[in-house]
């Protein structure tokens, strides 16, 4: 079962391009540098994506009772964050716009080297798994890396044209996820025809964990809270999907994956909103 038809991969992949590209336009060299001196949310960052929610992932399927496919998916939404969809909610945080679209990247990019280690060992060892490392590799820094520096390049170098093309290319990049989102429903839909409503609620309270785990392991800064609730709470289940269906496809794990990836939009969604009230309210 595949996720997307031709036009709403182009679509995802402009989505991506232009959401970095309207990131880096408005950063410079200077505000990489400053995001990338905050180490304590870094190193926290990596310690609830790589460990803190990979364990939980773990724990989560053995306290609740599922079917073995829900559980597979589970444990390998858990090993693996860099959710790229993260960016149409990362990006909402003007002020932490470098660790927005630095911590997808970097979540990304190590996802394809250090979720696969984390999957064989959480997983049944009957499961072998089949990476593509190389071509998972280049995409991120072909759709993700490239626009990004290319945008910082032109925010540093012609700062009015930069201006000029930022929100463009961010609106660009919103409209693009929303055809996305429309275009890949009926997929969605016939997913969650697989599911039970139980899971339904196992997965929601999966995701809402992950948002407060990252939430309060993001340091006082509300605004690099809000940039790692929405980074972890996506999680990379595009990497998980292509593992699963090249490694077991006898296997039904490709439905709660879609499914669960079905959720973790609008939860976003009304996370990021909520973000927004209540931090409009504070300024007032």
Not at 9 to 19: G, H, M, N, P
Not at 105 to 134: E, R
Not at 199 to 222: E, N, R, V
Not at 242 to 248: E, K, Q
């Amino acid at each position: 079962m595949s996720m997307m038809d031709p036009l709403s991969r182009t679509l995802f992949y402009i989505f991506i391009v232009a959401s970095m590209l309207g990131i880096g336009l408005q950063v410079s060299w200077g505000d990489i540098r400053s995001a990338l001196r905050k180490r304590n949310i870094w190193f926290y960052m990596l310690l609830a994506n790589f460990v803190v929610i990979p364990i939980l992932g773990l724990l989560w399927v053995r306290v609740f009772s599922m079917e073995r496919d829900v559980a597979i998916a589970i444990v390998m939404l858990a090993c693996a964050p860099g959710g790229i969809s993260a960016l149409q909610f990362t990006a909402r945080h003007k002020d932490e716009l470098a660790l927005a679209g630095g911590s997808v990247f970097t979540l990304t990019f190590l996802s394809i080297f250090i979720s696969p280690l984390l999957m064989a060992l959480f997983l049944p060892q009957d499961l072998p798994l089949t990476v593509s490392y190389g071509r998972a590799a280049s995409l991120v820094v072909i759709f993700l890396l490239i626009p990004l520096v290319i945008g910082i390049l032109v925010h540093q170098n012609a700062a009015k044209l930069a201006s000029i093309l930022a929100k463009p290319m961010s609106f660009l990049g919103f409209i693009a996820f929303i055809a996305v989102i429309i275009l890949t429903m009926a997929v969605k839909k016939e997913a969650k025809t697989h599911i039970t409503g139980e899971t339904t609620i196992i997965f929601l309270l999966f995701i809402i964990c992950t948002m407060i785990i990252s939430w309060f392991m993001g340091g006082p800064g509300k605004g690099n809270r809000g940039v790692l609730a929405s980074a972890s709470s996506m999680r990379n289940f595009a990497l998980c999907l292509a593992i699963a269906t090249r490694s077991f496809p006898e296997m039904d794990v490709v439905f709660p994956l879609i499914a669960f990836a079905a959720y973790m939009v609008p939860a976003n969604l009304i996370f990021t909103i909520l973000y927004k009230i209540t931090d409009k309210r504070k300024k007032d």
